[in-house]
């Protein structure tokens, strides 16, 4: 009896500690039309937005990949989902841009935010992925190409047309097998685009040794904390 009263005094005396602390005042950002603002919010709330997010990221990503064990398989199943689930914005539509999870719920985004979502579920299905804006050789315009990480070797994907790239053994092309020129286009829907409309790009696709942590791949509570401190320490 003793015993329980301690643990309860314990207990109570962490709470009565603990709650100032998840009171504070913290911040997110909102980005509408690319005019950003800052958004004031307690922290209990910020904590509790992001672990409602983060059992979400984990809920679709395990129905959309189901059953299936092999990385493209997983890999595919999640492309397609993104492509068929964000659809493009409508002419004159509003850009919102804040959490990943938004763009889900909205089902609308650009095509960095299509590019976002994909990575983001790629690395809850444990493939190491990320997005990031591959310029033209003639540095004329910008697309972003997500890379995802499988059996060593990185492989290409434009989530926002639905376009992955095969080799001659039809599997997923790397980017190795892609820059001596061992590739051609796939597509879930056709929209008219060929393995022509990527030449100008291909040139500049990155050599990836490693990859930190970055926002597709710190939605889980670990990751979030090891980039709070790592951020804190700089």
């Known amino acids: 009896m003793r015993s329980k009263k301690i643990i309860f005094l314990c207990f109570l005396t962490l709470s009565i500690a603990v709650l100032p602390l998840l009171c504070l005042s913290t911040s997110t950002q909102q980005c509408i039309n690319y005019n950003c603002r800052t958004i004031i919010v307690p922290l209990y ?14 809920r679709l990503t395990n129905e959309i990949i ?24 409508p002419d004159g539509a509003e850009v919102v841009d804040d959490h990943v999870w938004n763009i889900i719920i909205r089902r609308f985004g650009t095509n960095d935010q299509s590019a976002d979502v994909f990575s983001t579920l790629c690395n809850y299905a444990g493939l190491s992925s990320f ?20 059996d060593k070797e990185w492989h290409v ?5 639905g376009v992955y790239f095969l080799n001659s053994k039809n599997g997923l092309a790397s980017i190795h097998d892609i820059k001596k020129g061992d590739c051609k286009i796939a597509v879930f829907v056709d929209e008219g685009i060929s393995l022509f409309d990527y030449r100008h790009y291909f040139p500049n696709l990155p050599d990836i040794p490693v990859v930190g942590l970055h926002r597709a791949n710190i939605q889980s509570p670990i990751r979030r904390l090891k980039f709070a401190l790592e951020k804190f320490a700089r």
């Open 157 to 161: 994907f434009d989530t926002y047309h």
């Open 66 to 89: 189901g059953r299936e064990s092999l990385p493209q398989q997983k890999v595919l199943a999640l492309l397609s989902w993104t492509y068929r689930n964000i659809h493009k914005l």
């Open 45 to 58: 709330l910020k904590v509790l937005n992001f672990l409602d997010r983060h059992c979400n990221y984990i």
């Open 131 to 150: 997005y990031q804006l591959i310029s033209a050789i003639d540095d004329r315009e910008k697309i972003p190409l997500s890379f995802v990480k499988i």
